[in-house]
C-alpha cells in the first residue's frame, strides 16, 4: 500500500505565501506523475499543476505565474509553491502521484487533502 500526506495549509492574507508539502511513503518502486488539485466549497476538483517524471510542468491558466510546482524524486515529496494568493486560491488542496509499487503495479493515488484559505 501507499500512502500520501500533505501539510503546509493554513490561512493567509491576500498576497502572501504558502508552501504546500506531499510525501508518498509504502510499496514504492517509482513514481510517475506527480500534481496538485483544489476543491472550492460548491465546485469541482479542478486541476492547479502537474509535474512528470521528466520535470515538464503544466498550470491552469489561473495560476500561472503564481505558483510553482516541484519535485525531489530522493524523498518521494512534490511541492506547490504558492505565491500573491488571491481570495479564490480558497480551497482544500489534493495532491496526486501515480506510482509504480514495487508489485510492478501502476497505481493512482490521493492524499486525504489541506485546507487554504485566503482572506481579504
Known amino acids: 500500500q501507499v500512502q500520501l500526506v500533505e501539510s503546509g495549509g493554513g490561512l493567509v492574507q491576500a498576497g502572501g505565501s504558502l508552501r504546500l508539502s506531499c510525501t508518498a511513503s509504502?510499496?514504492?518502486?517509482?513514481?510517475?506523475?506527480m500534481g496538485w488539485y483544489r476543491q472550492a466549497p460548491g465546485k469541482q476538483r479542478e486541476l492547479v499543476a502537474t509535474?512528470?517524471?521528466?520535470?515538464?510542468?503544466n498550470y491552469a491558466d489561473s495560476v500561472k505565474g503564481r505558483f510553482t510546482i516541484s519535485r525531489d524524486n530522493a524523498k518521494n515529496t512534490v511541492y506547490l509553491q504558492m505565491n500573491s494568493l488571491k481570495p479564490e486560491d480558497t480551497a482544500v488542496y489534493y495532491c496526486?502521484?501515480?506510482?509504480?509499487?514495487?508489485?510492478?503495479?501502476?497505481?493512482?493515488?490521493w492524499g486525504p487533502g489541506t485546507q487554504v484559505t485566503v482572506s481579504s
Open positions: 509504502g510499496s514504492i518502486f517509482s513514481i510517475n506523475a
Open positions: 496526486k502521484m501515480v506510482v509504480v509499487t514495487t508489485g510492478q503495479y501502476q497505481l493512482q493515488y
Open positions: 509535474i512528470t517524471s521528466g520535470d515538464n510542468t
